[in-house]
């Protein structure tokens, strides 16, 4: 079959997505050696396929079995599950600097601008807590901090931003979410790299998980839509976990304030700004996005 046969039948899509659901779902049911097997191969195809079809949706999906083989391969360092997020996610740096040197995907389509950066960040720290306080409710964890040091709190801080929140929202918005939208179109293309993103959360093994972080992602893509802000949506995914694993458990009655008083704090900056889109132009940027073809 012809590249361009692989294209048209969507089936340079529909393989390795498949195949990153199929691994996911073994490694849900306690299947890990088979979920790695399947990640490996798939993770060699589209190696391969990238050398001989350009195709930079390859480049896209290349990093999910990527980063699940290392998350599973990295050797433990340290008992506190605190300080082994550098060590799992620093690796996937190396593939984001080749993907941005060799210009796979703009800066601008991958969100790397500060453009915005002071006007949206009480709605990041508002989603965030939201996100973060919702995702309790499902997993109930207990801090990961055994002290409230600010030795651990920087930690913990720095880890879930920079780390977490960079390589995650790097993968999942502004590659997969924007490679998703060319070909399937902006609806279609945010609820699939939802989805995924749910999947990739198999580890835990709850159903309400799955379903939970792909509606969490559905509000990450949408806050990625209106800033196309990496820091932005990074700072959202960090404050999530930091309220999930450290905020939450410790002080649950605080989360009611902090994300009414960050939405008020946006909503009044944008009224006064006069930054509140209308309903004819949501619109006419909705259609825009509609337009647009791989």
């Known amino acids: 079959m012809k590249p361009q046969d692989l294209s048209r039948y969507n089936l340079d899509l529909a393989i390795p997505t498949s195949l990153i659901i199929l691994a996911e779902l073994l490694i849900f049911f306690n299947h890990m ?16 396929s990238s050398i001989y079809i350009e195709n930079r949706l390859y480049t896209a999906l290349m990093l999910l079995p990527l980063f699940r083989l290392l998350n599973v391969a990295m050797p433990v360092f340290f008992n506190l599950t605190l300080y082994t997020y550098p060590f799992v996610y620093a690796p996937m740096f190396l593939p984001i600097y080749l993907i941005m040197k060799e210009k796979i ?26 996100v973060g306080w919702g995702e309790y409710q499902v997993l109930l964890p207990g801090a990961i901090m055994p002290t409230f040091s600010l030795e651990h709190i920087l930690t913990l801080t720095l880890s879930m931003i920079i780390f977490v929140g960079i390589v995650e929202e790097f993968v999942f918005r502004s590659t997969l979410q924007t490679v998703m939208e060319e070909r399937l179109g902006p609806a279609a293309g945010l609820l699939s790299s939802s989805l995924i993103f749910g999947f990739m959360h198999s580890g835990y093994h709850l159903p309400l998980e799955l379903l939970y972080v792909s509606l969490a992602g559905i509000a990450f893509g949408v806050l990625f839509w209106i800033t196309r802000s990496l820091p932005i949506i990074s700072l959202a995914h960090g404050v999530t976990n930091i309220a999930l694993f450290m905020l939450v458990p410790s002080f649950p009655e605080t989360m009611v304030y902090l994300i009414a008083a960050f939405s008020l704090l946006f909503l009044a900056a944008a009224y006064l700004g006069k930054k509140l889109p209308s309903k004819a132009a949501i619109d006419r940027w909705f259609r825009g996005k509609l337009q647009t073809k791989y």
């Open 33 to 48: 050696k088979a979920g790695v097997v399947v990640h490996a191969f798939n993770l060699s195809l589209l190696i391969l």
């Open 105 to 130: 995907f703009s800066p601008s389509e991958a969100g790397m601008t500060l453009k915005g950066f002071w006007f949206y960040l009480p709605l990041a720290l508002a989603v965030g807590f939201a």
